[in-house]
């Protein structure tokens, strides 16, 4: 008699630690994991939510007790990829959000768990805000004559000599963009394509992730020309242009950066009506409009510190899972789920989702968000479905133009 099989049950937000839910999901049975984990940097006002030795189970806290340094962080980082790592099939990729300062660190603990590095794709944004210190503050400092009065209209004016030299320098630069690490599990099977045929995962969708083409691309690639200014370069851009790489009807080849903005108050709160979302929201005071006076008004309701915008997490899902075309809907994990934005993305692609989250508050906010999500499917459609790819013929009949003089 064959030993049963537990059947994984999709398209729900598990509450719960990871260490303890994963084990429960069965063994390859997972076809990508896209995730934004703890950056181990005690981020801002979040020092309790941000530091590793908050996640885990008793085992885990007394073992990997966070320090300063990221050993112990990159020992946790390992930790977690192992039980990514069991239920993800084979060839399977894992997206992992992570900070500038511990991305080594990260990477070295995923890849101690058995992933290989791929590439590292950097997500660019234009609002991050600079953190460090000021030079002069802190040579002032240093002499006992700094003065917080000292600032005006956020500039700070040296009180000492030593101190007005070191005017203009500053630690820290404007952060503008996040890396994303790409690891995959190593295949099962002895090629590409064999481990595509059993598990169905291991390669990227190209032309579902393609930017259009520019004016200028468009124009060279409709005129046919070669691209200059010399010999090898042209010939590698015919190629490109031949194998499908750059064509009109089908845009440019996907590169690894993304640009796009961080999400707005509206695309974080949508599905948060319930004001049991308002309760535990960022308030400020503000003068309403219906009788003039200042009171408390909740502002945002979803308070997770580090929400990913939906636009970009539906593009790395497209990037790394398998669509029903192929053979069936991917299957995304998410052990770090938080608000829910990487649900939201798998509902608005019609892809199946995993997520687990350990605070029942941000649980809850992922399965009202997930369901809003559900209830306008129209939402946020701004991709247009990959066109069909060139057929050959055509693509030979172009030769004696592409490769002419």
């Given at each position: 008699?064959?030993?049963?099989?537990?059947?994984?049950?999709r398209?729900?937000?598990?509450?719960?630690?990871?260490?303890?839910?994963?084990?429960?999901?069965?063994?390859?049975?997972?076809?990508?994991?896209?995730?934004?984990?703890?950056y181990?940097?005690?981020?801002?006002?979040?020092?309790?939510?941000?530091?590793?030795?908050?996640?885990?189970?008793?085992?885990?806290?007394a073992?990997?007790e966070?320090?300063?340094?990221?050993?112990?962080?990159q020992?946790?980082?390992?930790?977690?990829?192992?039980?990514?790592?069991?239920?993800?099939r084979?060839?399977?990729?894992?997206?992992?959000?992570?900070?500038?300062?511990l991305?080594?660190?990260m990477?070295?603990?995923?890849?101690?768990?058995?992933?290989?590095?791929?590439?590292?794709?950097?997500?660019?944004?234009?609002?991050?805000?600079?953190?460090?210190?000021?030079?002069?503050v802190?040579?002032?400092?240093?002499?006992?004559?700094?003065?917080?009065?000292?600032?005006?209209?956020?500039?700070?004016?040296?009180?000492?000599?030593?101190?007005?030299?070191?005017?203009?320098?500053?630690?820290?630069?404007?952060?503008?963009?996040?890396?994303?690490?790409?690891?995959?599990?190593?295949?099962?099977?002895?090629?590409?394509?064999?481990?595509?045929?059993r598990?169905?995962?291991?390669?990227?969708?190209?032309?579902?992730?393609?930017?259009?083409?520019?004016?200028e691309?468009?124009?060279?690639?409709?005129?046919?020309?070669?691209?200059?200014?010399?010999?090898?370069?042209?010939?590698?851009?015919?190629?490109?242009?031949?194998?499908?790489?750059?064509?009109?009807?089908?845009?440019a080849?996907?590169?690894?950066?993304?640009?796009?903005?961080?999400?707005?108050?509206?695309e974080?709160?949508?599905?948060?009506?319930?004001?049991?979302?308002?309760?535990?929201?960022?308030?400020?005071?503000?003068v309403?409009?219906?009788d003039g006076?200042?009171?408390?008004?909740t502002?945002?309701?979803?308070?997770?510190?580090?929400?990913?915008?939906?636009?970009?997490?539906?593009?790395l899902?497209?990037?790394?899972?398998?669509t029903?075309?192929?053979?069936?809907?991917g299957?995304?994990?998410?052990?770090?789920?938080?608000?829910?934005?990487?649900?939201?993305?798998?509902?608005?692609?019609?892809?199946?989702?995993?997520?687990?989250?350990?605070?029942?508050?941000?649980?809850?906010m992922?399965?009202?968000?997930?369901?809003?999500?559900?209830?306008?499917?129209?939402h946020?459609?701004?991709?247009?479905?990959?066109?069909?790819?060139?057929?050959?013929?055509?693509?030979l009949?172009?030769m004696?133009?592409?490769?002419?003089?």
């Amino acid at each position: 008699m064959k030993p049963h099989k537990p059947k994984l049950k999709r398209d729900r937000v598990l509450r719960g630690d990871l260490f303890v839910v994963l084990p429960t999901l069965p063994r390859n049975s997972i076809d990508g994991i896209v995730t934004d984990p703890p950056y181990g940097i005690s981020f801002g006002d979040h020092a309790d939510w941000d530091a590793p030795i908050k996640h885990g189970h008793a085992v885990a806290k007394a073992e990997f007790e966070f320090q300063r340094e990221g050993r112990s962080y990159q020992q946790w980082c390992a930790a977690w990829a192992r039980e990514c790592w069991r239920v993800l099939r084979p060839g399977g990729y894992l997206l992992a959000f992570s900070s500038r300062r511990l991305l080594h660190r990260m990477m070295a603990g995923i890849e101690d768990a058995g992933f290989e590095p791929r590439d590292i794709i950097a997500w660019r944004y234009k609002s991050g805000m600079p953190t460090g210190i000021m030079a002069a503050v802190a040579v002032d400092r240093a002499r006992g004559c700094f003065k917080r009065e000292a600032f005006a209209h956020e500039v700070y004016h040296a009180r000492s000599k030593q101190g007005r030299v070191w005017d203009g320098w500053h630690t820290g630069l404007k952060p503008g963009f996040e890396p994303i690490l790409v690891m995959r599990k190593p295949f099962s099977e002895k090629t590409l394509g064999h481990n595509l045929l059993r598990w169905g995962v291991g390669a990227f969708h190209v032309d579902a992730c393609r930017p259009p083409l520019t004016e200028e691309q468009a124009a060279r690639v409709a005129a046919g020309k070669k691209r200059p200014p010399t010999r090898h370069l042209s010939a590698s851009w015919n190629r490109m242009i031949l194998y499908g790489a750059t064509t009109a009807d089908r845009g440019a080849w996907p590169v690894n950066l993304y640009t796009c903005s961080k999400p707005s108050a509206q695309e974080r709160d949508r599905g948060l009506d319930d004001e049991r979302f308002a309760k535990h929201g960022r308030k400020i005071y503000a003068v309403t409009p219906r009788d003039g006076e200042k009171r408390l008004v909740t502002v945002r309701r979803n308070v997770h510190p580090t929400v990913k915008p939906v636009r970009l997490l539906r593009w790395l899902l497209r990037l790394v899972l398998p669509t029903k075309r192929e053979m069936r809907r991917g299957i995304v994990l998410d052990p770090f789920s938080g608000s829910g934005s990487t649900g939201v993305a798998a509902v608005e692609e019609g892809f199946h989702y995993v997520m687990v989250e350990r605070k029942r508050r941000y649980a809850r906010m992922a399965r009202a968000r997930i369901a809003a999500a559900r209830l306008d499917p129209q939402h946020g459609r701004e991709h247009a479905k990959p066109k069909a790819v060139a057929k050959p013929a055509k693509l030979l009949s172009q030769m004696p133009r592409l490769f002419s003089s």
